[in-house]
């Protein structure tokens, strides 16, 4: 169940102790603070979804929540998304219409616990995304669809994401030039 942005108050929010999923449309500068603060958060929240359709200055810091492993941003027109931090034991991180910049690629690619990453629909702001250099940790699942703005996807070491298991480059029907991969010999054997 998603709720209005408008009732994401610090006193609510402090009620809702045994709280696991907490999905917030239409989130303001406002609740972003408050998500980043350390207290008004519940303490067994697991999940959490946002959907951000304005653009704000208030940086995101999610590192306060280590119960947090499933995060989901949905963001509009390419919206650039202003991270600090994501949550330390994040298992699962999916991203939708946001702007995929080098800030956040090289944030994403530290995460210690990150096994799936979804990028659905992203706009990217290089055109070659390199993953290679000792990233992705813990990375079994890496789905890109509908990547807007990207024409290349490379990972030419074998020290990059030593656990992948999939790899799925999905082309939308409004996507016209497609995605090239250039990958090292391990990942090349992967179902691509």
């Known amino acids: 169940m998603w709720v209005d942005d408008k009732f994401c108050e610090p006193r609510l929010l402090h009620r809702l102790i045994n709280l696991r999923t907490l999905c917030i449309k239409d989130v303001s ?3 972003i603070k408050i998500l980043s603060a ?3 958060v519940p303490k067994a929240l697991e999940v959490l979804k946002l ?6 200055s208030e940086q995101i810091n999610l590192s306060s929540h280590p119960n947090i492993v499933k995060l989901v941003l949905f963001g509009s ?8 931090a994501f949550p330390p034991n994040l298992v699962k991180l999916t991203l939708v219409g946001l702007m995929v910049d080098g800030h956040l690629l090289a944030v994403l690619k530290k995460l210690p616990k990150l096994r799936i990453l979804t990028l659905l629909r992203c706009r990217h702001d290089a055109e070659k995304m390199d ?15 509908d990547a807007q703005g990207l024409s290349e996807v ?3 070491d074998d020290m990059s994401m030593p656990k992948l298991k999939k790899l799925l480059l999905v082309q939308g029907p409004f996507i016209y030039s497609p995605i090239s991969l250039r990958v090292s ?8």
């Open 29 to 31: 500068g406002s609740t």
């Open 38 to 40: 350390l207290s008004p």
């Open 51 to 56: 959907r951000i359709f304005k653009n704000t």
């Open 77 to 84: 027109r390419a919206m650039l998304l202003n991270i600090e």
């Open 131 to 145: 993953l290679s250099g000792d990233s992705f940790p813990q990375l079994e699942v890496l789905h890109i669809e």
């Open 154 to 156: 490379t990972c030419m």
């Open 185 to 192: 010999e391990r990942l090349a054997m992967l179902r691509i």
